[in-house]
């Protein structure tokens, strides 16, 4: 199993060098415009399949099939990016998904005749990691639902506001929230203390005027919230893990 772990390992470096170390910004903007009509986009496939040639002779588990495999989809989902490049961040982690996906599926059916899923699943899915697992689920969305709840009567007092950028807030809580859960599953609740510390710097520094007084309080209280909610759940998740 060593074996095939070192050759998931390099198939997903040789993956990265060449979506990212070796891709020049041109190659990406000519495939971009373009389309299938670009040069550059079946280069940039052909390159993702040289590598792992070398890498499946060396080990002497060489297949044809899981070359082609590689490079086709490579080829065939950077086409599809290549229409929908305008959304940024959603075509960018769909595309990554996807190549990362597929590689480990032609790993699993050429090198391990899948049985890794056997012993993934059985590490994987245990109580510990669905209440981890639930506990992540609850800070990133019931959670937030709750606040927002929780704090709209204070809503419609700083209504109009437009010093904020859209979502921002959301999307602040939500990380925030992920980030306590780490902490405290990773047993560094001091990590917890700079994490508050850095949101008072950014957040409340500017805040302090008389002028934006329900503005700094709406966000305090927002955020204590947020804090004092995903503690609890992260202490409550460590406690049922440790009676269970």
Known sequence: MEKAITILALLFINH???????????WV????????????????ALLHGLIPVVILLSFGVFSWMMVFVIVVSHFLIDLGKSYFHHHV???????????LAIIVFVWGWK????????LGLRHLI?????????????????????????????????????????????????LERLLILLFIFSNNVSGIGLLIAAKSVF???????????????YILLGTLLSFTTTIFLGFFVEYLIRVI
């Open 203 to 217: 957040r409340f520094g500017d805040l302090n005027a008389p002028e934006v007084r329900q503005k700094t309080e």
């Open 89 to 99: 961040v959603g075509a960018f982690l769909f595309d990554q998904m996807l190549h």
């Open 29 to 44: 903007e000519d495939k971009n415009r373009r389309h299938f009509k670009s040069p550059k986009l079946y280069l940039h």
């Open 126 to 174: 245990n109580v510990n990691s669905l209440l981890y697992l639930t506990a992540f689920v609850i800070a990133y969305w019931p959670t937030a639902i709750f606040i927002n709840m929780a704090t709209r009567k204070w809503q419609a007092q700083i209504k109009g506001d437009q010093d904020s950028l859209k979502d921002a807030g959301k999307w602040i809580g939500r």
């Open 16 to 26: 990265l060098a060449f979506d990212f170390i070796f891709q020049p910004d041109t």
């Open 111 to 118: 090198i391990t005749g899948f049985g890794f899923l056997e």
